[in-house]
């Protein structure tokens, strides 16, 4: 009797400890959407050649590997008074893509004195297609599809930006 009681007890017990164990496998088969989320950096004035200022902007840098290869991938929206500055090392030609980019944007290359010297506009989500500068770049300002236009942006127009620490 002693041991059929204590057969019973050890098997309540297994299976208590079994139960948290199947939970948590459940647990670990939920995938979570990735949500990136934006996080002011600094902000940028957007000007035309005679300094008349355009728009200013709240932006994300991208200034190391890891975010300059990352940008605006998996983001579902942008606000239209937000963008992304990506901060290269050297002036050189430059050419982006929008591979997991779910947002069109307008691609803004821009030298090292900060003047604007080439656009891709309305860059198409997921694609995978070279959208190169026509002249070296420093600096690439990604912003929502159709603002350049809206904005009327043009080469030789400028950018100054400062970093909110």
Known sequence: MKLHAF???AMLTLGACC???????EEQKTIKPVVVEFKKEGELILKKANDSIVKTLDIEIADDDYQT????????????DKGMLFVFPEEEYKSFYMK??????DIIYID???????FQKNAEPFSE?????????????????????????????????????
């Open 129 to 165: 297609t070279s959208l190169p500068s026509d002249a070296p770049a420093k600096y690439v300002l990604e912003i929502n599809a159709g603002l350049a236009d809206k904005w009327q942006l043009e080469v030789g127009d400028k950018i100054e930006y400062k970093r909110i620490d």
């Open 112 to 118: 090292r004195n900060k003047n604007i010297v080439s």
């Open 69 to 80: 290869q990352t940008g605006l991938m998996y983001r579902d929206q942008m606000d239209m």
């Open 19 to 25: 139960i948290p164990l199947q939970s948590c496998k």
């Open 7 to 9: 057969k019973i007890a």
């Open 100 to 105: 997991n980019t779910k947002i069109a944007l």
